[in-house]
Every structure is written in C-alpha cells, then in structure tokens.
T-cell receptor, first 113, second 116 residues
C-alpha cells in the first residue's frame, strides 16, 4: 500500500493551544495537501504545498514539507472548538496526468473548550 | 452553495439488494471520484472518471460499478451489498488541475450506507 502514515492518531488539547500533526509518505510527490473532515461529513481542502516549497501559511495554518525525509507537518495555532475534526494529509505522485490522491491514515483532533 | 451533491445522505439496504448512490456537481469538473470510507479510516479510492474514461482501482471488488452519463452526474452501483460494504461513500471532483499539478478535490457530504 502507498498509504501515508499520520501521527498522532488522536490528539486532545485545550482551546487556545497549538496543535501539530505529522504525516509521512512513501513515494516522490508533486504536491502534498491537507484536508479536514468533520464527523459524518465530506472532506474539505485546507492547504496545498508543492514539492519545491518548504513552508506555507494560510490563516492559522502552517504547513511544512521535508522531501528528503518524506514528511510534512500541519500546525494549527490558537485552536478553537470548531477545529475539532479529523485531518488527513494526501499526496499527489509525480507522474504527469495523475489525478489521484493518496491519503494518510488521519489524525483525530479534539479541542477541549 | 453546495457544489458536489450526494443523494441520499443516508441509505439503508438489505443484504444482497442492489443499491445506487448518486452524485452531481455544478463545478463542470472533468474528473469524478468515488471513495469508500469506513469508520476511523482514510478514504479508499474505488474508481474515477477522467471525462468518460473509467479508471478502476485494482482492488475494487466487481460488486462495485459506476456510471457517468454526463459531466454533471456520476452513480455508484453496488450490485449485491454485503455487510462489509456498510460505509460512508464519498464523491469528489477535480478540474484540469492535474496538468497544473494541483489536484485539489472537492468532496460531497457523503452517503452513509447501512446494510441490514
């Protein structure tokens, strides 16, 4: 399986704290994306980082990418109760015309009010 | 405004009784995907359409079929549902982003299938 791994599997923090999730993958990539999934709902795209980028920011989100280690991290700063969800990393392999995402195993984040 | 719409949100079927799940999109995207997601697991790609070209994943059981009559609609047919097919089924779309290396996917809210 080409599926990536995420850790931790579950994370509980107090509201206002920062949450960090990590993702490792196996193949060379074109880009890596992070998605959020609220319970019982579809996935929502959060942020995309290309293979030639090392860090990207979007609001309270900060993503890093280390292609030499085949790993990425997602940092959510100043967490809110509404951030409670599952977070998945997903990679796009490097060959042209590939339309598929390979998802990681996910991190279930709980923000305690 | 919903851009990828899945109907129904909840579907109950009987063991062995064929069931069809539907997905429609208003994004005019050329690629549509069907995923199966079981509890606390990552979405698992079943197949996808690139325009009218059907792409089946190697480990997708023959019990799962799909139809895409036009750009906007895509259907998932489960010919003889088993208890192990109870899951959330997610539809997603993407545009010509693959050429630009983006591949951002837009997901519907999912259909939760129960098999009795």
């Amino acid at each position: 399986s080409q599926q990536g791994e995420e850790d931790p599997q579950a994370l509980s923090i107090q509201e206002g704290e920062n949450a960090t999730m990590n993702c490792s993958y196996k193949t060379s990539i074109n880009n890596l994306q992070w998605y959020r999934q609220n319970s019982g709902r579809g996935l929502v795209h959060l942020i995309l980082i290309r293979s030639n980028e090392r860090e990207k920011h979007s609001g309270r989100l900060r993503v890093t990418l280390d292609t030499s280690k085949k790993s990425s991290s997602l940092l959510i700063t100043a967490s809110r109760a509404a951030d409670t969800a599952s977070y998945f990393c997903a990679t796009v392999a490097i060959f042209i015309g590939n339309e598929k995402l390979t998802f990681g195993t996910g991190t279930r984040l709980t923000i305690i009010p | 405004d919903a851009m990828v719409i899945q109907n129904p949100r909840y579907q109950v079927t009987q063991f062995g009784k064929p069931v069809t799940l539907s997905c429609s999109q208003t994004l005019n995207h050329n690629v549509m995907y069907w995923y199966q997601q079981k509890s606390s697991q990552a979405p698992k790609l079943l197949f996808h359409y690139y325009d009218k070209d059907f792409n089946n994943e190697a480990d997708t059981p023959d019990n799962f079929q799909s139809r895409r009559p036009n750009t906007s609609f895509c259907f998932l047919d489960i010919r003889s549902p088993g208890l192990g097919d109870a899951a959330m089924y997610l539809c997603a779309t993407t545009g010509q982003g693959s050429i630009m290396g983006k591949n951002i996917q837009y997901f519907g809210a999912g259909t939760r299938l129960s098999v009795l």
